[in-house]
């Protein structure tokens, strides 16, 4: 009897973690990630977003382990993904401050703020905001905005831009310009239609370059793999599977280098 009951007690907490992991989505709950080394762990938490989560993560890897460079260089990459994702987010503030939109501008302020904290000009800006909150609904704001600013003007600029970028090729940023209008005018021109084009024509040249890289890998040339991968980075900073073979090309690299070192 006492053997069913424990038994039944196992089953039962089984299904709880189950429904934990189900029910809440829990990376860290998963048998992959329990099992992975503080390295793995942060590309697992790197491939969702949570980047103070895997800045962490890396921190508990000590110079001397295995994975210590390769933490370093995904430090150093998130450092440069951050300032370029909070430069993009401080150039579009400012263009919404200048039209007078000082809602719109305070919410990319504070996007760019989170991808960069040091960054001391833009964090002036969400706290000036607060202020005004504090003095004006934002119901009233809003309204006196849409009806002196013209949203239109400030479309057609970056409309104009995305066809630039588009025409040379430069799809990333031609697919932030067009981003942009489709939140300031969602039926602009044909946005919708060349955003779609930009994005279709990325992810063709990604899965291109992407290609070619595991053909290298697969060949045991990681040099020219990994260049390939770098420009699908350019173009699709999260995508999962380059990122995930570049690192294990790196790995291998430097495990190949190590062992070359000790056989001279």
Sequence with gaps: MRFDYLKTNAAIGVRL?????????????????LTASAYEKSLILYNEGRLVEVREKLAEIKKGE???????????????????????????AEEYE???????AANEYRLALKFDPTNQSTRKKPIEERKEKETKPIEERNEKETKTVNREAI?????????????????????????????????YS?????????KKERDEIVDAHLKKGIDYF???????????????LELDPFNKTAIDYKTKA???????????????
Aim: glycine share 2%; proline share 2%; net charge neutral.
């Design 218 to 232: 697969q060949k045991e040339e990681l040099e020219l793999a990994i260049r390939e991968w770098d420009l699908v």
């Design 155 to 187: 479309a057609k600029k970056h409309y104009e831009k995305g066809v630039a970028f588009l025409e040379s090729k430069q799809f990333a940023k031609a697919i932030d310009e067009f981003t942009s209008v489709m939140k300031l005018i969602p039926s």
């Design 98 to 104: 200048k039209a007078g939109l000082s809602f719109l």
């Design 190 to 198: 044909d946005t919708e239609k060349l955003l779609a084009s930009a």
């Design 17 to 33: 973690v189950i429904i934990l992991i189900i029910s809440y989505g829990c990376t860290q709950l998963t048998p992959s990630y």
């Design 250 to 264: 790196e790995i291998i690299k430097e495990k190949m280098k190590d062992i070359r070192e000790k056989n001279k």
């Design 66 to 92: 295995p994975d210590y460079k390769a933490a370093q260089e995904l430090l150093l990459k998130m450092d440069i993904l951050s300032l370029r994702l909070s430069e993009k987010h401080r150039e579009l």
